[in-house]
């Protein structure tokens, strides 16, 4: 009896085990690649969220520790609807990562806003059909 129970416990490990070898990796989400610091060709396109976004003269996490408040780039900002080419993605901090976009406004201010003040999109085209849906 004891030898039979060893023997069906034995089965069922070795099924279990073989079960779950064969299972397909989970599926992740995928995000656009972090680009090298000098890189300037376009990675997207991005629409403007806010309002008033300020584009920045350099990109600073939030939680750094001299609490100071980013530079604006010559007192620039963008309004909600804003299309803009994005040429760089930087994450900044340890503890607390924030992705900032460097970006190019259609009248050529370039400056840095944080990746959750816009949207990104692969095309132009699909930034514009999403700043109309977004000024409606």
């Not at 009896?1 to 069906?8: A, D, E, K, Q, V």
């Not at 599926?27 to 656009?32: D, G, H, L, M, Q």
């Not at 009248?107 to 109309?132: C, M, V, Y």
Request: glycine share 8%.
């Amino acid at each position: 009896m004891y030898r039979l129970l060893r023997t069906g416990f034995l089965i069922v490990f070795i099924f279990s085990c073989i079960a779950c070898s064969n299972e397909e990796a989970d599926e992740t989400i995928v995000r656009a690649p972090i680009t090298a610091p000098l890189s300037r060709e376009i990675v997207g396109f991005a629409v403007i969220r806010g309002s008033y976004t300020n584009l920045y003269a350099q990109p600073e996490n939030s939680g750094s520790i001299n609490g100071s408040v980013p530079q604006t780039a010559s007192g620039s900002f963008l309004r909600k609807g804003a299309i803009v080419e994005t040429l760089e993605r930087k994450i900044l901090g340890t503890d607390t990562k924030e992705t900032w976009l460097f970006i190019r406004a259609a009248n050529g201010n370039e400056g840095w806003i944080p990746e959750t003040a816009a949207r990104l999109f692969a095309t132009k085209a699909q930034a514009e059909t999403a700043a109309g849906d977004a000024l409606k």
